[in-house]
């Protein structure tokens, strides 16, 4: 499939489009937590130039008492009505779970990030943040369940991407904290199609992503690489337009099994 370069951008910041990838784990969200999925320019809101979060995404019921866990949990337990993308074989399963905790170097902290680890680079990148957590990043670590009580699947969303990242167990049956960052990186390492592309906010926003994704070639070490980086393409991961700092995860009040992806 011959590339295709959006005739509106200027050629310093050419774009190239690849339409022939795999699904795999990806699945487009039918619906966002703060603003609709992008159909047309004219309806969409950009967010500001900074995710920005409430406290109340952090902790959620039970009520906060003397048995409340440290901040260094984040927390979510079920609404009153259940997530729009939940299956139901899925969510009689989480009737059960009560309150379900994400792993300490997972959880989201509004001022010290978890983990030292820029999701534009590969996992093997991520190293523990020692400020936030005496917790080391090793084998046996990412070995351990995302949350507590482990579940099979987790759904990120993030209000920057119009897609939701569906992260699966695929070691062993819970999802571990390996697998969301592999599956995470998997995900925003997919090509963007021009239909997607379209679908930004505004002329400004557009030539920002195309911006993002010349500025993400230029990291190439070498001549080869950097062809080879440009030949593929626009990425998922240029839609985020430079906020790439892996900030932990919030809760929602969809559901046990979704939670924000919470970047800076």
Known sequence: MDPFIPPAIPPSLTVLFTDNYSQAII???????QSPTPTTTETITMPGRHVRFNEENIFYSPVP?????????SESSLPSSTGPTTPPQLRELFMHLGPVAIHPILAYHPYIFPVNYDISYPPNTASANIRASPINLDSYCLAEPATNPAISVLSLQNDLLPWRCEIRASTTHYVTVEDV?????????TPGTREEFKAAPSQRVRDTIADTYRNRCLRASSAEEYTEEQRKGLKRVDFLM??????????????PNAWVLNLQ
């Open 27 to 33: 699945e487009l969200a039918s619906t966002r937590i």
């Open 65 to 73: 008492s003397e048995s409340t866990p440290s901040p260094t949990l």
């Open 181 to 189: 960052f592999t599956q995470l990186y998997r995900f925003l390492r």
């Open 242 to 255: 430079g906020r790439t700092t892996f900030m932990g995860l919030s809760s929602t009040k969809l559901g």
